[in-house]
């Protein structure tokens, strides 16, 4: 793992699968949603269920919860699917300090309501955080609705968050479940990252990790990336170090279509959805072909006539035979084409910004030169520094909504295109640029704005 962090000037390996939160990603709606999470567990919203596809980032989603929940929230962590519904009970009552040994069932219900009980009187909240909850036993999901129940006049006593493949959703249709169903009061879906956050994700990975050069991945190599991992966070993390490791094999330092075509073989992802009608031609062709054999031993029986025979064998198999497909080789860039980084880069005269855009990218070279790198703004827009128009816009929207002389622009191209940002704010702490972005008008709310360091624009 550690082989090419030297030859790329990294800090520790960009792309590692298991969870880091120093490496949690607040685009694509992973931050806002990471806020509306942490709203929603304290602000007593019941049971809470986070669903997604298998290495779109919930374990990473859940270890920011155990890290970003305030002091007055006691966590328990529950990674273990397969509990039964008495295990279940026992190891929540041994996170809390409760003995359990010996206990029956309703005492130990009952020792926990007081422990909670306990707690609450004391200022404090307790949640329950489940992982892969998708494969939890049917008993087990019902001990988790009984644990719901456990309430004040007021209040809930413990609140709950599932986190969970889609499979859950097909569990929780089922009409014995519509009782934990009905008690599910948020429903957060991680989507795949779209095309234009990958190449974010990857910046952001890297940047973290201590890279301080010039986008190493070609726009081609993350488009390839992209598609090969359909967005999902782990794919992604798969093949961007593996063709980190490709360009230094050969002693390069721009990973292009190459690295990530030989990254992808290795990796051997298979795809999420299978397209429609997948797995039937084989069928289709069995069944043919004892078709044809069965018509075949009729006619050998009952024609006499060899002519006849081939005849009728061949009107068969022109009805039959399947086409024999055709496996197109390759494509290949010639040595003389450029990649798609090289041919035709974006030139900075071509570009003709608005005067809104002018302006706010004066606003913010005066605001960079001060900035304190640890400091956190809001970001509002990201888009092509072709689309002037969308550019003007939002600025001319945001200007009415918002304070214009806090509004600025910049222009980068850290990810190997032309990009043009529109951020908001200037805050000492996080917390301070997460309260600011939950009052932000629902215009600019539509946006879909989170929270980003200072640091993170070089």
Request: proline share 7%; glycine share 6%; net charge neutral.
């Amino acid at each position: 793992m550690s082989l090419y962090l030297e030859h790329f000037g990294l800090r520790e390996p960009p792309f590692r699968i298991t969870p880091h939160t120093d490496f949690f990603f607040s685009g694509a709606n992973r931050g806002p949603t990471l806020d509306a999470l942490i709203y929603a567990i304290t602000q007593d919203e019941g049971i809470v269920k986070v669903t997604g596809e298998v290495g779109s980032g919930k374990t990473m989603l859940c270890r920011m919860l155990l890290e970003r929940l305030p002091e007055n929230v006691e966590t328990l962590y529950l990674a273990n699917p397969s509990l039964s519904r008495s295990e279940i009970l026992g190891a929540v009552a041994d996170e809390l300090g409760i003995p359990s040994n010996g206990k029956a069932t309703h005492s130990l219900t009952r020792a926990l309501q007081e422990a909670l009980i306990e707690r609450y009187a004391a200022g404090k909240r307790v949640v329950i955080l489940i992982d892969e909850a998708h494969a939890m036993p049917a008993e087990s999901l019902e001990e988790i609705r009984l644990l719901s129940n456990l309430e004040s006049k007021a209040t809930k006593l413990l609140q709950i968050a599932l986190f969970a493949q889609p499979e859950l959703d097909e569990r929780l249709a089922a009409n014995d479940m519509r009782q934990l169903r009905e008690r599910i009061t948020q429903h957060f879906n991680l989507t795949p990252l779209k095309a234009d956050d990958v190449a974010a994700y990857i910046e952001f990975r890297l940047r973290a990790a201590g890279y301080r050069g010039p986008m190493p991945f070609t726009a081609a190599a993350i488009k390839l990336i992209a598609d090969t991992s359909e967005g999902l966070s782990r794919r992604i993390n798969i093949l961007s170090d593996k063709a980190l490791l490709a360009a230094f094999s050969h002693g390069g330092h721009q990973v292009d279509v190459a690295e990530v075509r030989s990254a992808a073989q290795d990796a051997r992802f298979a795809p999420l959805q299978q397209p429609p009608g997948h797995g039937k031609k084989p069928v289709l062709l069995v069944i043919a072909g004892l078709l044809l054999g069965g018509l075949l031993l009729a006619l050998a029986f009952n024609l006499g006539s060899r002519n006849g025979l081939e005849k009728s064998i061949t009107a068969i198999s022109q009805d039959t035979a399947a086409p024999v497909p055709q496996i197109a080789p390759p494509l290949r860039r010639p040595a003389s084409q450029p990649s798609a980084q090289e041919a035709s880069p974006p030139q900075v005269a071509s570009i003709r910004f608005g005067p809104l855009t002018r302006k706010h990218f004066d606003q913010y070279e005066a605001w960079a030169e001060s900035a304190p790198r640890q400091h956190y703004f809001i970001q509002l827009l990201a888009t092509d520094a072709t689309h002037t128009g969308e550019i003007e816009g939002f600025l001319a929207r945001a200007a009415g909504a918002l304070e214009p002389s806090e509004l600025r622009a910049y222009r980068s191209r850290l990810s190997g295109r032309d990009r043009v940002g529109v951020i908001y704010g200037d805050y000492p702490t996080r917390a301070a640029a997460v309260a600011a972005m939950l009052a932000l008008p629902d215009t600019i709310k539509a946006a879909q704005p989170f929270p980003r360091q200072v640091s993170r624009l070089y």
